[in-house]
């Protein structure tokens, strides 16, 4: 069983930035693959980024790439989203995931568990 638990949503007005947090725990943690996504209204749960626990590869969505950055903390297990240049279409509730084949095609099949998520409004 692993257990997620997100926080850092909240307002912020276009080009600024928000780090979001993800507090992970359960006792095989270490195997599961990382990721965060998002959901915007009326649309689809998409992919954002994804991590490695052992050796902290990273792979973003393209939309994402160059203004996020996803990271772990080993020893607290946590893993963090830092989220710049922000844009009125990042406005979406972010997820934190973990699942053992994620890495497979960063998509939902892959999540094993979910977060219950944070809203991230983004003002033009």
């Known amino acids: 069983q692993v257990q997620l638990v997100e926080s850092g949503g909240g307002l912020v007005q276009a080009g600024g930035s928000l780090r979001l947090s993800c507090a992970a725990s359960g006792r095989t943690l270490r195997s599961y693959t990382m990721a965060w996504f998002r959901q915007a209204p009326g649309r689809e749960r998409e992919f954002v980024a994804g991590?490695?626990?052992?050796?902290?590869?990273?792979y973003y969505a393209d939309s994402v790439k160059g203004r996020f950055t996803i990271s772990r903390d080993n020893a607290k297990t946590f893993v963090y989203v830092q989220m710049n240049s922000l844009k009125p279409e990042d406005t979406a509730v972010y997820y934190c995931a973990a699942g053992k084949t994620l890495y497979f095609h960063w998509g939902i099949s892959g999540v094993d568990y979910w977060g219950k998520g944070t809203l991230v409004t983004v003002s033009s």
């Open positions: 991590i490695f626990w052992s050796n902290g590869n990273t």
